[in-house]
């Protein structure tokens, strides 16, 4: 058996959401790779040095093409050379007019709740080409069920085509930062302090302008503490930086950046707590990150969020910035309730693994491959 997979979310330089998701896949299908099953990785540039070493088991193919890489180059590349047994795209979309099964990945349907945030090109696309793949998939895995209910609301497919498979955490943060790698943040000056964490691409959705004004609301009473905002820069990210100039809070809030996972491993280890205010979220992995470091949470109590969270965090209405700022001050005032929450996070992370997630998937890969060689073989 041959599974091939688009692997271009893995192939970027700095992982975050899908691409964290997709690479630690990669890793998985790897060790897994042997003469009964094979891998052939998919990707528009040669592979990173960061990704699976290629062998006889599992190899890359690299298909030259620029705009519409997944929608025309890959398809002919599929169609012209010998094809996977069951093709796999981590990321909503597939490849068109696919001559093998496909099994799609669908992370958060966003886009529907706040298309503002989408640059109208990428929206059109997001809803389109997720549509395309969705009903000529084979298998659809979302990676949660408030996923998997989006998909049969917006698209109306149906939940017997779904499976829900779990995201797992990066347990990698925990190593330390070689010489070779640049620190863009002075870590050690930030845990010098108290301080709340968020982790997070900053973007409207995220709802990070209402975390800032009750952080505000909160230093009020407790203005020895600071705010950390992890995260590269997203779209419409300047409204976020205003909002901290507007309330005067540029020496209380700090702006790390994109950071290595070493450092991002240490802020977690010693912060307050980690706050997750978004109004939306297919799955929400820095939850599962901040059980593993026994740093107790505070989070929104939408979208999927509380079915990953369970009774390990503390939940706020991310609408109510008085709500957010009273969870604040009780997880600061409430030491044994926040140890209960680090001793429920620490149990409760343990139902959530890469290897799971990639066992599962490769599960759906080898079931939708096989009934589908069964079909061609009758």
Known sequence: ?????????????????????????????????????????????????????????????VVNGSLLWSQIFLPLSLHLNKRPDVFFAPAHY?????????????????????????????????????????????????????????????????????????????????????????????????????????????QPRKNIEKLIEAFDEFIKEKPDYKLVIVGKKGWLYEKIFAKVTELQLEKHIIFTGYLLDSDL????????????????????????EAMSFGCPIISSNTASLPEIGGDACLYFNPNDTMDMRDKINTIVSDTDLRKELIERGKQRVKKFSW????????????????????????
């Open 94 to 202: 597939a490849p068109r007019f696919c001559p093998c099964p496909t099994v799609v990945t669908i992370h958060d349907l966003s886009y529907f709740y706040y298309p503002q945030e989408f640059l109208k090109e990428d929206l059109h696309k997001l809803k389109n080409w997720t549509k395309y793949s969705l009903n000529n998939a084979t298998h659809v895995i979302g990676v949660s069920n408030n996923t998997k209910d989006d998909i049969e609301k917006f698209y109306s497919i149906s939940k017997d085509k779904v499976t829900v498979i779990y995201n797992g955490f990066n347990e990698k943060k925990k190593s330390k930062a070689t010489h070779n790698e640049i620190r863009a943040t002075n870590i050690e000056e930030i845990i010098s302090n108290n301080y709340f964490l968020y982790v997070g691409t900053i």
């Open 1 to 61: 058996m041959t599974i091939g997979v688009d692997g271009n979310e893995a192939n970027v330089e700095k992982k975050v959401g899908v691409s964290v998701y997709a690479f630690e896949l990669l890793h998985y299908f790897k060790s897994q790779a042997n003469e009964t099953t094979k891998f052939v990785i998919y990707l528009r540039f040669a592979p990173r040095t960061d990704l699976p070493k290629s062998d006889e088991y599992f190899t890359y193919q």
């Open 265 to 288: 491993g240490t802020l977690y280890q010693h912060a307050q707590s980690f706050v997750l205010p978004s109004l939306y979220e297919g799955f929400g992995i820095p939850l599962l």
């Open 355 to 378: 290897d799971k997630c990639g066992s599962e998937t490769l599960d759906v890969l080898k079931n939708v491959a096989l009934s589908k060689g069964a079909k061609n073989l009758a």
